[in-house]
């Protein structure tokens, strides 16, 4: 898919592949990062839209690659904490229609420490019946 930032991500200077396996790779773009700082992306090799569509041999070697990951954020960033989650469709928040785990390491001293990813969809406000 030539306009999928995740499958040309070798030509975009903006993207870092930090590790990556037969089927998956870790991507982090500081300028897509906002507040999120060190976070990053998990996605398949293959452009697969969204988790429902992976193969079982691209689901299992994201979880094989989430726990390197994990292993190279505790050395490198020391975090308190992890979200880790998909987003699916256009109204579950899916902004790029490639597949992608979000894994964002969380820190004591934020703001928003101690709120987790459904902290803003169980607020009264989201209440539609």
Known sequence: MTDCPFCRWADDPDQRLVCR?????FLQNEKTQGA???SGVIVPIRHAETVFDLTADEVQATFQLLANVKTWMDETYRPDGYNIGWNCGAVGGQEIMHAHLHVIPRFAQEPF????IRFWLKQEANRWR
């Open 113 to 116: 420490a101690g709120r987790g």
């Open 36 to 38: 999120l700082a060190e």
């Open 21 to 25: 396996n037969h089927s998956a790779l």
